[in-house]
């Protein structure tokens, strides 16, 4: 599912750096795996509602 795709892209990014992500990083790796633009946003303002993600500061989010 779309949910799962950009959850696991967030942890993959995550384990990499460290630290917070690029909103930016994660909507270019979910083009890439052919999730269409317009819904990244709403899967990432979906994942941050059900409390899975949050954004420490603005344009980078964060697993939970």
Do not use: F, H, N, W
């Not at 967030?10 to 052919?34: C, F, W």
């Not at 819904?39 to 697993?63: A, C, M, Q, S, T």
């Amino acid at each position: 599912s779309k949910l799962r795709i950009i959850q696991d892209i967030i942890s993959d990014l995550q384990k990499q750096t460290g630290k917070e992500v690029a909103m930016s990083d994660v909507e270019a790796q979910a083009e890439e795996q052919g999730i269409e633009s317009g819904k990244i946003k709403d899967v990432i303002e979906r994942l941050k509602r059900e409390g899975l993600i949050y954004e420490p500061k603005p344009g980078y989010i964060k697993r939970t």
